[in-house]
């Protein structure tokens, strides 16, 4: 099994950044990829970023272009979720997620609130 556990959340204010921690613990040997999700009230869950576990290729939502990063430390079994110029739509409760084919991974999910 492969546990997944997220640090980082918070309250801030609108421009400014958090980094998101994903730490992966257990049998993680066969993960293709590791990510993102987000869901906010009211709102159908989105994926806001992946990384591939080996080659290290990115995909982001259009919505957080330019703005968020995911990397990867693969001797720490870390993701992490650099997110600058938070804006108020970016609050929502952040997910970390991993597979092999699918998301057969999910944290617990970590409160991030962008409100002045």
């Known amino acids: 099994q492969v546990q997944l556990v997220e640090s980082g959340g918070g309250l801030v204010q609108p421009g400014e950044s958090l980094r998101l921690s994903c730490a992966a613990t257990?049998?993680?040997?066969?993960?293709?990829?590791m990510g993102w999700y987000r869901q906010a009230p009211g709102k159908q869950r989105e994926l806001v970023a992946r990384?591939?576990?080996?080659?290290?290729?990115?995909n982001y939502a259009d919505s957080v272009k330019g703005r968020f990063t995911i990397s990867r430390d693969n001797a720490r079994s870390t993701v992490y979720l650099q997110m600058n110029s938070l804006k108020p739509e970016d609050t929502a409760v952040y997910y970390c997620?991993?597979?092999?084919?699918?998301?057969?991974?999910w944290g617990q999910g970590t409160q991030v609130i962008v409100s002045s």
């Open positions: 990384i591939t576990a080996l080659g290290g290729t990115t």
């Open positions: 257990g049998i993680i040997f066969n993960i293709n990829a």
């Open positions: 997620v991993a597979g092999r084919f699918g998301w057969d991974h």
